[in-house]
């Protein structure tokens, strides 16, 4: 019994190693006449809104561009398979993609999380692997520094945030003295708080008082007290809308009327239900992309999408789309489906002109775009600017 | 000067909500000598059911606030019956154990069936701004709302404990159970009903704060049943105007170690200080002017 056992164990270990050979070697080939893309995105689980409306972005570029002619006179196939919002999962689902499905180029997943986990797979098999919305900053660059080839992002980081809220402060609202206030449990807030700080202390001004609380906490009050003592200009608050809401909610009670600073961690429509809308005057936050953007390429994108599936486009909708073109583009300058020749391209990328903003990849493989600023109206996200970086 | 007067503003109101959740949870400590870590889920079961009522059946405050504190009332009952009632008599861990795990249950029961997502109460008890100092101390009349009730329940509780028959049998059987049982007391139905009255002031809190903070998630429970209890032990477990005072103790020094720059460190600060007291003095603050136990 032992012994079958044993045998059976052996052989599945024996062709798993051949079965990873010969995908490599009909991977590099790249000679079909389809061009087959992977997806690892999060279609169930925890944050599968996130992963479903990259997906529905992506798959309408790629039916338009397929309804064009393709790319390079071959037609493209989705290969689209759900990591279940699980980084074990995601691991798994790169590593399928990336040896057994003879695929160009990997798209995702949304997380940074998920995409940390399906980093390794692509490395290896020298796929390259773009992300279009992992904000993290250690994404592209491993934690010794170097540059990972093989990963790119199409979304902004998240301490590029930070550094464009810090500029919008100092140039558009005018402002000397601010206050930070910080989820100090979250490496997406203390990497904003710490990019706001440096760029809009360098910019001249000063912090006058830096305050923290832990995600789940919902009373405020002695810090908003705290804060409006030192009387700051504006005030800084990179968290997320849950807890955003009730400090927005309860600085304004305690009458602490300044300017309210975020990032894309505010973008819900559960932030004026939980804040209420007479709160939510002067607040502003970055993000991606707006729906109210008057640019061209974003009314037209509007239209169609709106065509297509019957609603408003997000901004993960967005980001997907840009993300299709975005690999339309390196597969063109690469002049073949190769993933090597792709991922100099894509390195190469320079002024991509995308609905999210024109994008060119810097040296770290991350991506030079503009932002885009909401400000909120009585409780409604109205689009006030985009913002190009310096 | 106007900022110390927020500050201690501040702090009582959120010393109040702590007081409310420990008034229940030091009530059932000090009849049956159990840990009830379900207290915390039931004030979040209470605060579902007055968002229910309020969103749906579009009741105003006062009838949804009694209607809670009536469904959570029964919900303690059965919580009695069915998972602490046959382990009575087994050892203190299985009693604490059983506590954690229905505690667990009700939380991710009501995940399945609400949702995790964070829902906004309706804005049903009218507030309205007191401002003076020159308008730089702001003072919300739901803080004395909440203070009012906080106070009133305290109060009504005394009063059943010490002065009501039920109170009489309650007392004796915490005092000892199989004498008071010889001396003709229901211990069944007094059991059921202190979880009922203690059930009953959780539902009440999840109803007020659900309408002071308007957020409420099946989550929201676990951190504030922590809280609530380390301000039972501090004054005093099984003491009902212990649980009072420590409520207001923890939410004033959280405040104040927030308002002197320690915002990071304030529940550190907050448990530090539980540690202190129960080295001094292991019955907590007022735990030694009154021996027997509520």
Do not use: W
Request: net charge negative; with cysteine.
């Amino acid at each position: 019994m032992k012994k079958t056992a044993f045998m059976v164990l052996s052989l599945i270990l024996s062709l798993s190693l051949f079965v990873g050979c010969t995908s490599n070697q009909s991977s590099s080939k790249g000679d079909s006449d389809t061009i087959r893309v992977g997806l690892n995105y999060e279609l169930s689980g925890q944050v599968a809104t996130y992963g479903q409306g990259l997906t529905e972005g992506i798959e309408m570029a790629f039916e338009e561009i397929n309804e064009n002619g393709g790319i390079l006179g071959k037609q493209v196939e989705i290969v689209k398979i759900d990591n279940k919002s699980e980084d074990t999962e995601a691991a798994n689902v790169s590593t399928r993609l990336a040896t057994r499905e003879n695929v160009v180029v990997l798209l995702g997943p949304a997380t940074s999380g998920n995409t940390k986990a399906a980093i390794p797979a692509a490395m290896q098999n020298k796929i390259p692997l773009v992300s279009a919305s992992a904000t993290a900053d250690d994404i592209t660059v491993d934690k010794d520094g170097n540059v990972r080839e093989y990963v790119f992002k199409t979304c902004f980081s998240d301490s590029f945030q930070g550094v464009m809220m810090a500029e919008f402060a100092h140039g558009d609202l005018s402002a000397k003295t601010a206050a930070v206030l910080m989820d100090n449990t979250s490496d997406y807030a203390k990497g904003l708080s710490e990019a706001f700080k440096k760029t809009f202390t360098e910019l001249g001004g000063s912090i006058l008082t830096e305050e923290a609380y832990q995600a789940k906490d919902t009373d405020f009050r002695a810090v908003l007290t705290n804060i409006k003592g030192t009387n700051p200009d504006v005030l800084f608050v990179p968290g997320y809308y849950e807890e955003v809401g009730l400090i927005v909610r309860q600085a304004r009670e305690l009458g602490l009327d300044v300017p309210i600073l975020g990032a894309d961690g505010y973008e819900s429509p559960k932030l004026t239900e939980i804040a209420g809308k007479e709160a939510l005057n002067n607040v502003y936050y970055s993000n991606h992309y707006s729906s109210m953007d008057d640019a061209e390429e974003v009314v037209e994108f509007n239209k169609k999408f709106k065509e297509k599936y019957g609603k408003d486009p997000d901004g993960f909708n967005a980001l997907g789309y840009d993300l299709a073109y975005f690999v339309k583009d390196a597969i063109e300058r690469a002049g073949e489906a190769d993933p090597e020749k792709i991922k100099d391209a894509m390195a190469a990328t320079k002024d991509f002109k995308g609905v999210t903003g024109t994008i060119s990849i810097d040296e770290k493989h991350n991506p030079i775009k503009s932002i885009t600023i909401i400000e909120m109206k009585d409780g409604v996200p109205t689009f006030l600017k985009k913002l190009d970086p310096k | 000067m106007e900022q110390i007067i927020q500050q201690l503003i501040n702090g009582i109101s959120l010393g109040s909500i702590y007081a409310l959740i420990a008034l229940g949870y030091t009530m059932v400590y000090g009849i049956i000598n159990l840990i009830n870590f379900a207290h915390g889920d039931i004030y979040m079961v209470g605060a579902y059911v007055g968002y229910a009522l309020t969103t749906f059946f579009g009741l105003g405050f006062l009838p949804s606030l009694l209607l809670a504190m009536l469904t959570c009332s029964i919900l303690g009952i059965i919580i009695e019956k069915v998972a602490y009632k046959p382990i009575r008599n087994s050892t203190r861990i299985s009693a604490l154990i059983t506590a954690i795990s229905v505690s667990l249950f009700l939380q991710y029961t009501m995940m399945y069936f609400v949702s995790p997502q964070t829902r906004t109460f309706p804005n049903v008890l009218k507030g309205s701004r007191i401002t003076f100092l020159n308008g730089n101390v702001m003072l919300d009349t739901k803080n004395i709302y909440i203070l009012a009730i906080t106070v009133l329940l305290m109060v009504g509780l005394q009063y059943i404990v010490h002065k009501t028959k039920i109170g009489k049998s309650m007392r004796a059987a915490s005092l000892d159970r199989e004498a008071a049982q010889l001396m003709g007391v229901d211990v069944d139905k007094t059991i059921s009903f202190t979880f009922a009255i203690g059930s009953a002031l959780a539902g009440a809190a999840g109803v007020l704060v659900g309408v002071y903070y308007n957020t409420i998630n099946p989550l929201m429970g676990t951190v504030p049943g922590l809280k609530a209890f380390v301000a039972a032990v501090l004054g005093g477990i099984g003491i009902i105007p212990g649980a009072m005072f420590g409520g207001f103790f923890l939410g004033m020094v959280e405040t104040m170690v927030s308002a002197y720059g320690g915002s990071i460190i304030k529940d550190a600060v907050a448990f530090g200080i539980l540690i202190l007291v129960l080295l001094v003095k292991p019955n907590g603050l007022l735990g030694k002017t009154i021996k027997e136990k509520v």
